[in-house]
């Protein structure tokens, strides 16, 4: 390949890299926005204080997780792209998707911190994190179909990232089969279970 088509193509994959980085970074830190609290004046007591901490309590756990998520969610970026040579304009398409999908995820992490467990806002919720987490995997298989990704691309690796990827907006979706049966806090206790399928999933189907 001669110097000047390599360097476009290192330097277009470098924009989409740093692009990506900047849209996690804002909404990451978006998420912390809504942690205030509310003026209390000047002579607050400690029991109206420790009273006002409590409130945030709901705001906190969803500012936790959707932190958690969105890091996951940089993570499996961060892992695609060390094998990822090449891009074209679906690749892209496909990458902006996600990132519009991440930037839109403070938006129902507010309502779920302001408003609780309602059970619209709980799949609100769910179904938007579930989104950015099946674009990804969608995106990664993309790649591998359109032969963008490394030579040396480990096979095993290929089909532990798309495995690891899909588990979390299975557990997501799938928790919303709860909802019928059980308080809207029981489904958001269950997403926790990301964490033990992420570590099974990686044993099962790791490399090392």
Same mark, same amino acid.
């Given at each position: 390949? /001669?110097? !000047?088509?390599?360097?476009?193509?290192?330097?277009?994959?470098?924009?989409?890299?740093?692009?990506?980085?900047?849209?996690?970074?804002?909404?990451? +830190? *978006?998420?912390?926005?809504?942690?205030?609290?509310?003026?209390?004046?000047? #002579?607050?007591?400690?029991?109206?204080?420790?009273?006002? *901490?409590?409130?945030?309590?709901?705001?906190?756990?969803?500012?936790?997780?959707?932190?958690?998520?969105?890091?996951?969610?940089?993570?499996? #970026?961060?892992?695609?792209?060390?094998?990822?040579?090449?891009?074209?304009? +679906? @690749?892209?398409? $496909?990458? $902006? @998707?996600? *990132?519009?999908?991440?930037?839109?995820?403070?938006?129902?992490?507010?309502?779920?911190?302001?408003?609780?467990?309602?059970?619209?806002?709980?799949? @609100?919720?769910?179904?938007?994190?579930?989104?950015?987490?099946?674009?990804?995997?969608? +995106?990664?298989?993309?790649?591998?179909?359109?032969? $963008?990704?490394?030579?040396? @691309? /480990? !096979?095993?690796?290929?089909?532990? +990232?798309?495995?690891?990827?899909?588990?979390?907006?299975?557990?997501?979706?799938?928790?919303?089969? *709860?909802?019928? %049966?059980?308080?809207?806090?029981?489904? !958001?206790?269950?997403?926790? $279970?990301? %964490? /033990?399928?992420?570590?099974? %999933?990686?044993?099962?189907?790791?490399?090392?």
């Amino acid at each position: 390949m /001669p110097a !000047e088509a390599r360097d476009r193509r290192v330097f277009g994959l470098e924009r989409l890299v740093f692009f990506s980085d900047a849209v996690f970074a804002i909404a990451i +830190t *978006l998420l912390v926005i809504d942690l205030r609290l509310p003026d209390l004046g000047d #002579h607050v007591s400690n029991q109206q204080l420790s009273a006002a *901490l409590g409130a945030l309590v709901p705001r906190i756990f969803a500012y936790a997780l959707s932190f958690w998520v969105i890091g996951l969610y940089w993570l499996a #970026h961060w892992r695609r792209y060390q094998y990822i040579e090449r891009v074209d304009e +679906t @690749l892209i398409a $496909l990458n $902006l @998707l996600l *990132l519009g999908l991440v930037a839109f995820m403070p938006f129902p992490t507010a309502l779920i911190g302001e408003f609780g467990d309602r059970p619209g806002i709980v799949v @609100l919720y769910a179904g938007i994190l579930s989104a950015a987490g099946a674009v990804g995997p969608v +995106t990664w298989l993309y790649a591998l179909r359109r032969g $963008l990704v490394a030579r040396d @691309l /480990p !096979e095993a690796y290929a089909r532990l +990232t798309v495995i690891r990827a899909f588990s979390v907006p299975a557990i997501m979706l799938g928790s919303l089969l *709860l909802l019928p %049966v059980v308080s809207p806090q029981w489904v !958001e206790s269950s997403w926790f $279970l990301i %964490v /033990p399928v992420q570590f099974i %999933v990686a044993r099962r189907y790791g490399t090392g």
